[in-house]
Structure formats: structure tokens, C-alpha cells
């Protein structure tokens, strides 16, 4: 598992691995009654297994928590009982993270948590094995069948936290976006006359004649960046889901860059990290008015980029700021946010048991079966139970895994493989009542299932 990115505060992505409760087995047990020796069947059923939630929250701001404990897993569920009396479900898991979050598997979009209180269901605890009293017919009054608990979902996730803000602050280190944020908003911002100031996104609330939209601040970019030079481009996933940029140019430039350069190699490292950047609204406003010469940087620009609107603001003296607002409301209504992730078939799809199955030829020449269905019936058959074992042999028959196992050229005393156990291949006519080519005889393959 990859070590989260550093030991700071914000964390911005997850790898963990989810393992949702198994549900519990059912019982199979019989009434006892004075004068009734043999009652009928009243094993309860298992209960549900937890499962594990994400649920997205205004009030956390990175996944460190999760990044740091990677291994989430929900409680499983407790066994049926006698007497009909079913058992508990296991303790669901409710992981909170910041909004933004996206969660992912094998790189399919599962869920974009954007919404305060957004839930999803990222894991499933498994369904509790039926006890004996759900397989009682007309002609079995009386079975010693009951189901094991379903296991409950067990995947790798990957979790991404990008940033919901409606308006990112750009430009090179040390052009005043940190300080512009503080003087439009309650965040607060380190603020320091060297470059790399900012090593996190900041997030702050502006409002603004009645309008309210989020700004994130970012650290700065330098040339390279999307190769990695400087702070590189880890950050600029989070300005990827504003509807505007505004990209701040000193009037001093950086190291030899002059402020043309400067907005140049801004505009380029943006495309290179996304084209999305490029297409977005950007409005440039040139900082530090109050500095001597920042009028004739913001006059040259102008003349320089004829089709834009070329801002001059003061951030630490509010200069130009409130006209800079101004803008910003009226544009971002008419801005449609574009929708970068979006949830594909979500949970469901990796959720659907797949009817067929598979059967292939392992390299000492044993059947091996595989199939989310077949699956699930080897883990929810009670083996210590001569009937289950007879009704899952009925059901291979009817799902035609005997006569697939046949036509690959199965014959007696084969090995098959499904999962944990090995099963022996039998051609024997079995005594009536009995169906399917599975032999009785069968062995754990590897581990124990405990039941
Ligand atoms: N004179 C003047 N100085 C400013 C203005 N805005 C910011 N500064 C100064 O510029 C320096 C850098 O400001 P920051 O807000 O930290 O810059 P930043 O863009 O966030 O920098 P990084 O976080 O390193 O990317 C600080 O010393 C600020 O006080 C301004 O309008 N006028
Ligand atoms: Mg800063």
C-alpha cells in the first residue's frame, strides 16, 4: 500500500482496502417439546453484516484520518439460534470525508461526494445464511439445511479529494494570492514575502454585495511545474472543478521572468496539466497596485493581451478589489460547472453477480471454477451438513456446471477446484434422490471458513 503523500495536515488522496461484515450463519435446530420428540425446525437466521459508509462532511478538509488508516472494516453479523431467534446484524461504518471526494475502483468513478451529508454505500455487509426453517417443503418437513452468512464486499479503494470551490487563485509564488484570499474572506492564510508560502490549498467563503461562492488558493506555480518542478502540479487538481481562475501576475515578475513571460508560462503550465484549464474562464488582474510601476505593468499587459480585461488590485491595500468582485459575480452564474467525474455505472455494476461461470485447467491439471455466483454458494454451504452439501450438488447440476465440467473432459476422480475447496469428479450413479457428478467426497483446498 503507498505511504500517504506526506505527514502533513492535508492529505488529498487514500488507498484503502474496504472489508464490509459477513453476514451470520444460520442455525439449523429442532423444536423440543415435552412429548413431542421430534418438533419442527426452528433455526433462526444470521443476521446482516455492516457495512461500510463514506459520507461527505463541510467540516473535514483532508482524508488524512483515512489515509492513515487505511484498513476499514464494519462488524460481522452474529449467528441464528434456535427457537427461531435470529442474530444481530453487524455494526455498520460511517467514515466521514471533505467534500470533493471522489471514490474510486480498479479506476472506475464509483461516487463524487459533493453534498453535505451525501452518503454512499461503498462496501456491503453480506446477507445473513437462512436457518433450517426456511427450507422446510411439503416433502422435507424436517431439514438439517442451513445457509452461512454471506461475506461481506472486500475491495481496494482509491479516494481523491478535489477541491470544490467556484473561483482558484493562480500565478507564480509571491504575486499576493494567499493575501488576497485573507482580504476577501475569514480564512487565513500563511502570507510571507518568500515563494512556496502556501503548501496546501486554502479554502475561504467570500461574499460579496449579497453573493457567496467559495475561493481555493493554491501554491504557486513556477515554469515545469507539470513535470514536477517546484511544489509541481499536485495542487492543481483542485482549481480543475472551479468555474474561474483568477490569475494573479506581480508587477515585479519572477526571478528573470517579466510579467509578460510570467503570464505566458502560467497559461502554458495550466494547458499542459489539463486542457480543461485552458478552456476556463480566467480573468488576469495585476497585484500590488500600490507599488510604484504596477500601473505601467498592468498598461503593457493590456496592450500585449488586447482581448482580455486586465485587473489592477491592490490585495493588501483593497485597491481595485471590489471591482474584481463585482466581475466575478456577474460571470459565475452564467458558468456551467463541467462534470469531471462522473459516477458510471457507480457500486451497482461491480455489485451485479455474474450468472455464468468460468471453468479452466490449473497447471497440475485440477478443474478450477470461478464465477461471483459459484462463488457465494461454496461460501454459504454449511459442508458439516450432508443435506446442504446434496442441495448444492442440485444446484451445479441445474445452473449446468456438470455438464460443463463434463464437456471439458472431466472424468472420475478429477479434481475440481471452486475457491477453498476441492471437490472429486464422480461418473457413478448415485443412489436415488441423489443428483449431480460431484463425488461426497471433498476437502478444504486452503483455508478454513470456520464453519
Ligand atoms: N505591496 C504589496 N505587497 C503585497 C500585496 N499583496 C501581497 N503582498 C506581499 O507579497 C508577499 C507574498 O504574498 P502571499 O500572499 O504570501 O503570496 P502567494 O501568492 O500566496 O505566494 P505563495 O504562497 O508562495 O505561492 C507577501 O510579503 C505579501 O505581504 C500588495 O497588494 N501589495
Ligand atoms: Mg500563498
Redesign the pocket.
Known amino acids: 500500500m503507498p505511504k500517504p503523500r506526506s505527514s502533513h495536515e492535508f492529505i488529498d488522496t487514500a488507498h484503502v482496502y474496504l472489508k464490509a461484515g459477513k453476514g451470520g450463519n444460520g442455525a439449523s435446530s429442532f423444536r423440543r417439546e415435552k412429548f413431542i420428540p421430534y418438533g419442527g425446525p426452528d433455526g433462526g437466521h444470521g443476521g446482516r453484516g455492516g457495512s461500510i459508509w463514506f459520507v461527505a462532511s463541510a467540516n473535514i478538509t483532508t482524508l488524512r484520518e483515512i489515509a492513515f488508516h487505511p484498513h476499514i472494516t464494519a462488524g460481522d453479523a452474529a449467528p441464528g439460534g434456535g427457537n427461531k431467534r435470529d442474530g444481530a446484524d453487524g455494526e455498520d461504518k460511517t467514515l466521514y470525508v471533505p467534500l470533493g471526494t471522489v471514490v474510486k475502483r480498479e479506476g472506475a468513478v464509483l461516487a463524487d461526494l459533493k453534498e453535505d451529508g451525501q452518503r454512499f454505500l461503498a462496501a456491503q455487509g453480506g446477507r445473513g445464511g437462512r436457518g433450517n426453517t426456511a427450507f422446510k417443503t411439503r416433502f422435507n418437513t424436517a431439514p438439517k439445511i442451513s445457509e452461512n452468512g454471506e461475506p461481506g464486499e472486500e475491495y481496494e479503494a482509491w479516494l481523491e479529494l478535489s477541491v470544490l470551490a467556484d473561483v482558484g487563485l493562480v ?1 507564480f ?7 488576497l484570499l485573507a482580504a476577501v474572506s475569514a480564512a487565513r492564510p500563511k ?3 518568500y ?4 503548501l496546501n490549498p486554502n479554502i475561504g467563503m467570500v461574499t460579496h454585495k449579497g453573493k457567496s461562492f467559495a475561493a481555493a ?1 493554491i ?2 506555480l513556477i515554469e515545469g511545474a507539470h513535470e514536477g518542478r517546484g511544489l509541481g502540479d499536485l495542487f492543481l487538481k483542485h482549481v480543475l472543478r472551479t468555474k474561474l481562475l483568477v490569475h ?1 501576475v506581480d508587477p515585479a515578475g519572477f526571478g528573470d521572468l517579466k510579467p509578460e513571460q510570467a503570464v505566458r508560462v502560467i497559461e502554458k503550465e495550466l494547458k499542459n496539466y489539463h486542457p480543461l484549464l485552458a478552456r476556463k474562464t480566467a480573468i488576469l488582474a495585476v ?5 510604484p510601476g504596477a500601473d505601467k505593468v498592468q498598461e503593457a499587459l493590456q496592450k500585449k493581451f488586447r482581448k482580455k480585461d486586465i485587473f489592477l488590485i ?4 483593497g485597491k481595485g478589489v471590489t471591482r474584481l468582485l463585482d466581475r466575478i459575480i456577474k460571470l459565475l452564474p452564467a458558468i456551467k460547472e463541467e462534470e469531471l467525474y462522473r459516477p458510471s455505472e457507480g457500486a451497482a455494476a461491480f455489485r451485479l453477480p455474474t450468472e455464468g461461470f468460468r471453468v479452466g485447467k490449473d497447471h497440475t491439471g485440477a478443474f478450477v471454477v470461478t464465477g461471483t455466483k459459484v462463488e457465494k454458494l461454496i461460501a454459504m454451504t454449511n459442508f458439516s451438513q450432508p443435506d446442504s452439501w446434496d442441495r448444492l450438488r442440485r444446484i451445479f447440476k441445474t445452473i449446468g456446471l456438470d455438464k460443463a465440467l463434463k464437456k471439458a473432459g472431466a472424468a472420475a476422480g478429477d479434481l475440481v477446484r471452486i475457491v477453498d475447496r476441492e471437490f472429486e469428479w464422480s461418473d457413478e450413479k448415485l443412489p436415488e434422490g441423489r443428483q449431480g457428478k460431484f463425488a461426497y467426497k471433498y476437502r478444504k483446498y486452503k483455508q478454513d471458513y470456520g464453519d
Open positions: 500565478g509564488p509571491n504575486a499576493g494570492k494567499s493575501t502570507i510571507a514575502g515563494p512556496f508560502t502556501t488558493d501554491p504557486g494573479l497585484n500590488k497596485a500600490d507599488l491592490s490585495a493588501a491595500t
